[in-house]
C-alpha cells in the first residue's frame, strides 16, 4: 500500500519520531562498529554537484507523491521512497565526469540496513565506491573517492518493513568541471562566420540588397518554430533607399564600431501582417549598430519578447506598434538614440534601459525607463511610467564589427550609476578582442569539440544554426566570451545541462537559444557551482539577450532554466519561455513540462528586462539576499487543467517567490497575467509572493486577468483585490510593503 505524507498517518508519524529520538544512539552504535562511516563536514573546496540534477530509481512507493526527484531538489521536507522489497536503488545523473569526494545522506525512519555506493561513467555499468555499509537513520556522511557521471545508492537490505526513503541525497566534489584541459588536436581561432551571415557592402546596388533581404524574409516571416538563421551585417558606409522586413530568428547588424558609421536611408521593420494584425508572436529577432534615417520620420519596430533593439541610432520616431494598432506585448530597447518620440501605443509593457529619447509616447500597463535621458517622470499607475534615472551597474552587450577589414569582438566596459548611450560622446569604452581569439563554432561541432577550444583558451562565437550537445559545455576561464550570432541554438541530447559557467569574473554570455531536449534537463545555463562564494562585484558575470524554450519547436522538457549561483551576476535581458502554442505535440500540460524558468541564489544579483512565461510552479525563485530587479513580464501557465492539479492545497504558484529567509530584495515595475484558457475556472492565489520585512521592497506591481479568463486573487501575498473580469483591467500595488 502506499503511505501518504507523515503529518496524516499516525503510523508514520509513530516512525518519524523513533527516528529523531533514535538517530543519536545508532550513530554512535554504527561509528563504533563500521569503520566505514565517518562524520564529515563539507569542506571549503567541496561543490555540491548534485542538487536539481536529473535522478531516477528502481522504483516509487508513489511517484507523485515520493519521485527520486525529491532526494535532489534541496528540500529536506519532501523525500524519495521505493517499493517494499529488496533490492532498491536510487542514481543521479551530474551531466559530467566530476571527482567525487564525498555523499551525504538523510535517511528517513524507513532507512538501509546494508548499502552500497556505486558509481558509472554510461549509467549502465556499475562500480562499487564503497563496501557494503551500514544504514543510519538520519544524516550519514561516506568519503568518496571517484570520479563518475553517476552515482547511485544501492540498498541491499531494509531496516523495516517499508522501502528505502531518502529525505535527501547530496553529492560533493572538488569541482564539476575538469581540473585538467581535455584531450584533443590543437582547433584554430578565427575563420568563416558561415554561409548564413550575409554580409552587405555599400558599393553593392540597393536592388540587390534588398532582393536578398526580401528573400530572406519570404522565407522567416512565419517561420516561427523552423531551423533556418541568419544575420543580415552591413560594412559601415551609406546605404539609400532600403526597407529591410525583419523575420523570425533574423538579426540585422551594422559592422562599424559605433552605430553612426552604418546609415540606413531606410526602414529596418518588423509589422505583424503574417498574424493579421497581431504583434504577440513576433519573437525571435534583433537588430544592432545602425543609424536609421526612417523614410516616412518614424521607424516601426512591433515585436514582443526576445527581439533585443540595441546601439541603434533612430533619426526620428519609433513605432512599437503594427499597422492598425493591434496587440503587442513587451519589449525591450538598450543603449539606443531616439530623437523622436518612442512611441508605445498598444504595447503592453516595455522596458527601455541606459537610451536617450526625444519623448514618449502612450503607456498600456507597465512602461519602464532604466538610466534613459528624456524618460517621462514616474507616474505609476497613471500613466503607467516607472523611470528609475540611473543603471547602478552594467556592461552593454559584446559585439561584433571590423576594424581594418578584420573581425573583431567588442566588450563593452562596466559602468557604475549610468545613463544615456555609451557611444554619444566618441567611441564605447571598452576592449576588442581579434576574431583570432575566437573559436567559430559550426553546426553540426559537438560539444567536446567546443571544450577543447575553451581549454585552450579561446573565447567562443557560434555561427548561425543549431547545436546539439550530448554533454556540458564548461566555460572555467575567468572574462570568457561566448557570442552567438542569427539566434545560435543549443539543444542539450540527453538530459544534459548544456552550459555551465565556473564561479570566476567576467564572463560574458549573449545571443544564445537554448531548446530543451526531448528529455529532461535539470537546467539549460548555470552560472556558478552549486555553493559559490566569490565577490565579483568589480568584475560580474553578464547573461544578455540569452533566451530559453521549453516545447513550441520539440516536445523539450527541463526542469528549470537559468540557474544563477555565482555572486554579483547582471542579466540584461532573457526571454524564458514555456510554449503555450507551436509545432503538433510539443506544448501540454504533461508535454513541455517545466517547473521555473530562473532560480537565483547568489548575493547582489541584478536582473534588467526579465521576461518569464507559462511555467509550472514558482517562475521566478529569488533566494540570495541584495537581488533588484528591474522590470519583469509573466504570464502563468495557460494550461493547468484544474487547481488540484496544478499545485495540491493551494491555488496555483506565484510567478515571482521571494524565498522566506531573505532580507534584503528590491524590485520595480512587475506584471503577472492570467490566460488559463484550458479551464477558465483556475485560480491563482497571487502574483507576487515575498516575506514581509523592511529589506524586502516591491514598488510600481500589478496583476491582470486577459478577457476573463482565470482570476489572480491578490497582487502580493494576500494584498490587493482579485484580477478578474472581462474588461482586463490591472490590479496596481504601488509600494509593498
Not at 357 to 375: E, Y
Not at 519 to 544: F, M
Not at 601 to 628: S, T
Request: hydrophobic share 40%; proline share 6%; with cysteine.
Amino acid at each position: 500500500m502506499a503511505i501518504p505524507d507523515p503529518s496524516a498517518v499516525p503510523e508514520r508519524r509513530a516512525r518519524t519520531g523513533w527516528r529523531l529520538a533514535a538517530t543519536g544512539a545508532l550513530v554512535a552504535a554504527v561509528v563504533a562498529g563500521f569503520g566505514a562511516v565517518t562524520a564529515l563536514s563539507a569542506s571549503a573546496a567541496e561543490t555540491l554537484l548534485s542538487q536539481g540534477k536529473p535522478a531516477t530509481a528502481s522504483s516509487s512507493e508513489n511517484p507523485g507523491a515520493f519521485p527520486a526527484t525529491a532526494a535532489v531538489d534541496g528540500d529536506a521536507g519532501t523525500r524519495w521512497s521505493s517499493a517494499f522489497s529488496d533490492p532498491q536503488w536510487l542514481q543521479v545523473d551530474l551531466g559530467a565526469a566530476s571527482a567525487i569526494t564525498r555523499v551525504e545522506l538523510n535517511w528517513e525512519a524507513a532507512f538501509a540496513r546494508t548499502f552500497r555506493i556505486q558509481t558509472s561513467a554510461n549509467g549502465s555499468t556499475w562500480s562499487d565506491a564503497t563496501a557494503a555499509t551500514a544504514g543510519v537513520a538520519g544524516v550519514q556522511s561516506l568519503a568518496v573517492s571517484a570520479t563518475a557521471r553517476y552515482v547511485r545508492v544501492y540498498g541491499t537490505e531494509r531496516a523495516t518493513q517499508y522501502g528505502y526513503s531518502l529525505w535527501e541525497f547530496k553529492i560533493f566534489g572538488g569541482t564539476t568541471t575538469p581540473t585538467t584541459p581535455p584531450t584533443g588536436p590543437s582547433v584554430p581561432g578565427g575563420g568563416s562566420l558561415g554561409a548564413n551571415v550575409i554580409v552587405f557592402d555599400p558599393s553593392m546596388s540597393s536592388a540587390s540588397i534588398q532582393s536578398q533581404a526580401d528573400t530572406i524574409f519570404r522565407q522567416q516571416e512565419s517561420n516561427q518554430f523552423g531551423n533556418q538563421r541568419y544575420v543580415l551585417a552591413f560594412k559601415p558606409g551609406t546605404y539609400n533607399g532600403l526597407n529591410i522586413q525583419v523575420g523570425f530568428y533574423t538579426s540585422v547588424l551594422g559592422l562599424g564600431q559605433n552605430p553612426q558609421e552604418t546609415r540606413i536611408n531606410g526602414d529596418i521593420t518588423v509589422d505583424a501582417g503574417w498574424f493579421q494584425g497581431n504583434a504577440t508572436q513576433n519573437f525571435w529577432r534583433s537588430v544592432e549598430n545602425l543609424s536609421v534615417y526612417p523614410v516616412s520620420g518614424a521607424n516601426r519596430w512591433a515585436v514582443s519578447q526576445a527581439a533585443p533593439f540595441r546601439r541603434m541610432d533612430i533619426h526620428g520616431d519609433l513605432n512599437l506598434a503594427p499597422a492598425g494598432y493591434g496587440w503587442a506585448s513587451g519589449g525591450y530597447i538598450a543603449d539606443s538614440r531616439i530623437s523622436g518620440s518612442e512611441q508605445q501605443y498598444s504595447q503592453q509593457q516595455w522596458f527601455t534601459r541606459n537610451s536617450t529619447i526625444g519623448s514618449s509616447l502612450n503607456a498600456v500597463w507597465n512602461q519602464t525607463f532604466v538610466g534613459v535621458q528624456g524618460a517621462p517622470a514616474s507616474s505609476f499607475p497613471n500613466p503607467p511610467y516607472t523611470t528609475i534615472g540611473t543603471a547602478p551597474v552594467i556592461r552593454e552587450k559584446p559585439y561584433l564589427y571590423q576594424a581594418g577589414g578584420a573581425y573583431q569582438v567588442f566588450v563593452p566596459g562596466l559602468q557604475t550609476n549610468a545613463s544615456g548611450v555609451t557611444w554619444a560622446n566618441g567611441n564605447t569604452p571598452g576592449t576588442a578582442i581579434p576574431l583570432t581569439q575566437f573559436y567559430v563554432a559550426k553546426p553540426g561541432d559537438s560539444a567536446a569539440t567546443i571544450n577543447n577550444a575553451l581549454a585552450q583558451g579561446l573565447n567562443l562565437l557560434f555561427q548561425p544554426g543549431i547545436y546539439h550537445v550530448n554533454q556540458t559545455i564548461n566555460v572555467t576561464r575567468a572574462n570568457t566570451v561566448v557570442l552567438g550570432l542569427g539566434y545560435a541554438t543549443i539543444i542539450p541530447d540527453g538530459g544534459v545541462t548544456p552550459m555551465q559557467v565556473a564561479d570566476v569574473d567576467g564572463v560574458k554570455i549573449a545571443g544564445l537559444l537554448f531548446d530543451a531536449g526531448t528529455t529532461n534537463s535539470a537546467n539549460l545555463l548555470v552560472i556558478g557551482p552549486n555553493g559559490s562564494s566569490a565577490n565579483h562585484a568589480a568584475n560580474p558575470t553578464t547573461v544578455q539577450d540569452v533566451f530559453f524554450r521549453i516545447g513550441g519547436s520539440i516536445a523539450g522538457k527541463a526542469t528549470n532554466s537559468l540557474l544563477v549561483n555565482s555572486n554579483n551576476t547582471i542579466i540584461d535581458h532573457i526571454w524564458a519561455w514555456r510554449a503555450d502554442h507551436g509545432n503538433a505535440g510539443t506544448y501540454g500540460w504533461t508535454v513541455n513540462t517545466a517547473d521555473s524558468g530562473l532560480i537565483v541564489n547568489g548575493q547582489n544579483v541584478i536582473g534588467y528586462g526579465l521576461f518569464v512565461e507559462h511555467y509550472q510552479k514558482y517562475e521566478v525563485i529569488w533566494n540570495g539576499n541584495g537581488g533588484r530587479t528591474y522590470f519583469l513580464q509573466n504570464e502563468q501557465p495557460y494550461d493547468p487543467p484544474n487547481n488540484a492539479t496544478w499545485r495540491s492545497g493551494a491555488n496555483g504558484y506565484a510567478a515571482y517567490k521571494v524565498a522566506d529567509n531573505v532580507t534584503s530584495h528590491e524590485a520595480w515595475a512587475m506584471g503577472s497575467y492570467c490566460y488559463f484558457n484550458v479551464n477558465p475556472q483556475v485560480h491563482s492565489d497571487r502574483g507576487f509572493e515575498v516575506p514581509v520585512n523592511a529589506g524586502v521592497k516591491l514598488h510600481n506591481v500589478f496583476t491582470v486577468s486577459l478577457g476573463g479568463n482565470g482570476v489572480i486573487d491578490h497582487v502580493v501575498n494576500n494584498t490587493g483585490g482579485p484580477a478578474q473580469g472581462t474588461a482586463t483591467v490591472p490590479v496596481n500595488i504601488v509600494n509593498f510593503p
